[in-house]
């Protein structure tokens, strides 16, 4: 058989692999390494992790990219690596408002074990990449018990103190408290302290208008605490935007602090 007949073997029989099997060879080989950049993935046992990996999929999540809308049927849970996902709560008239955010701490889609459908709305609010898997998977792995659904649970306790206090901040935090608790969130899933996001975005997910935005950055900026040109804001005193976020931001952070040593112990 000479190489032309050889590789036109080849090409046939490649395409009458099964669609499954095609599927599979065209996936990004997930590797135990890759799989560490998510906090919950890297606090599994090795041998928990490595029977998800079969059905484990890296996807990239491009910004802006809905993963799931309120009452949608929840098909697949998102572990995010750089990526970092807001959940939203969309109201009928089409105003929006951030209940929490997701990195690489956790995971996107966790209500799927409260339900079949989705409670909120989840947008990627910074590109990156992901794990994404098949929540029947998920939901067989929890089922077979092991160290996953402990994790989970505990997880979903921290993202409810993290919703309790957004809710509770909404309503008694300024501006600029709101807006320190916002940075800080996000630079607590960011590999550097540089975010790129507009005003508007901000104000979008904090529920207020444009120009109370413009004014608190204004202040942060004068204080010393960020640097703001369009589209960029870098954080220049993290300890500083702690003090100023007050309880808001301390009580939610300390719980997913106290998950992570438990998760290490």
Known sequence: MNNTQLGGATQKAKNQLPASEESKA???VVSYSGTQQNELLAALPRQDLETLFEHL???????GKELFEYGSKLEYVYFPTTAIVSLLYVMEDGA???????????VVG???????????????????????????YLRDAFNRGGALPQLLM???????????????????SSIEQKLCRWLLDRLDRSPTNELKVTQELISIMLGVRRESITAAAGKLQDEGLIQYRRGNITVLDRAGLEEYAGECYKVAKSEYDRLLMDVAR
């Open 154 to 172: 505990r997880y979903t306790n921290a993202l409810f103190a993290q919703m309790a206090q957004n809710a509770v901040g909404g309503r008694h």
């Open 96 to 106: 929006t408002t951030e209940i929490a955010v997701v990195g690489h701490e956790g």
């Open 26 to 28: 065209s996936r990004p």
């Open 57 to 63: 999929e890296l996807v990239p999540l491009p910004f």
């Open 110 to 136: 966790v209500s799927l074990f409260m339900g079949e459908r989705a409670m909120c709305s989840a947008v990627v609010q910074s590109a990156g990449y992901g794990y994404r898997l098949k929540t029947q």
